[in-house]
């Protein structure tokens, strides 16, 4: 009796986790996404934040676009965006997989991505031209994006961009990274999936951190190196992004869609080297911990690139230097000016 007892009870663990989990992503998504809109694009349901001026006085200028880094989602964006739609129209979205965005994505290269962001906009009335902000692996969708539809971009703020020459298969030396990544999504959605994720985020952000630190010594080095990540990034935004920032890194579908990421960074890095040099304005800030662009690189990115180091950040430049982000995009806006057009879709 006392074997079927344990039985029962050790199996009883896991299911309650699994209901704990499934109610709490319900209820995420109905209080979270009420304050963005949700446009169908193909099978997926993509959640996007737009925010305009208070006076309708800024309809001849551009439409900013916010793209994400290869995990972050629209709240990554919250407190610039906002600085930024004192003047203009400022948009941001989340990728299908990420955020409030429903779909799984099954080939998530720029190429794919740069497509679906064009649907994205059509479905939801959005007009360019556009200027798009972009951080890290965003910085490849955004140049993608350019390249595809070049009639309609007016120039590209890249954030620490990824660097396709140092991820495989060009360098080997990412190639443990990727990997690394790769197991780490497929242990976060395990947990994820019975509600461990969610207690050891709350715990990190929301609460004493005790629980996250007792979590820490069962998983290792991996579970302790997570909440590292956690409170460099997320505790840069503002806090009252936080609980939707645990919401979103609390779901399997999260982890699901950053393997998926990460799994496609080859074809990524061989498709973005081979890519020819754009012809709009481009603005790429490098933090100062990085090595700075050579002028051959800057130029395999834009044959008009100007390269600008952030002095006290790292790769969250837009989170630990918003001020800079914010004065070098007037900048880039400036030296745009002239190539405005009228708007269409």
Known sequence: MSKLFWLLATAAVPIAGAVYQKLSERSDRRRYRKSGTLVRVGSSTIYLYDARPSQEDSASGPT??????????SQNWLHLQRAIACEYRAVSYDRAGLGWSSGNPTYPTPTILSRELRDILRAAGILGPYVVVAHSFGGLVARQFAADYPSEVLGLLLVDPMRPEDWPPLSQSGTASVEQGIRLARAGRVAASVGLSRLFMRSTLLGSRRLAGLLCRIGGESSQNLMDRMLCEAGKMPRESWPA?????????FYRT?????????????AMHAAPPLDVPVTVLTPISATLLTQAQLHGISLNATQVIAPASAHWIHLDEPELVLREFHRLLATCTQQLVPRSV
């Open 245 to 253: 920032v645990v919401a979103n890194w609390s779901r399997p579908g």
């Open 64 to 73: 900013v676009l916010f793209e994400s880094g290869i995990g972050a989602t």
């Open 258 to 270: 950053l393997e998926a990421y990460l799994r496609h960074i080859p074809k990524t890095v061989t």
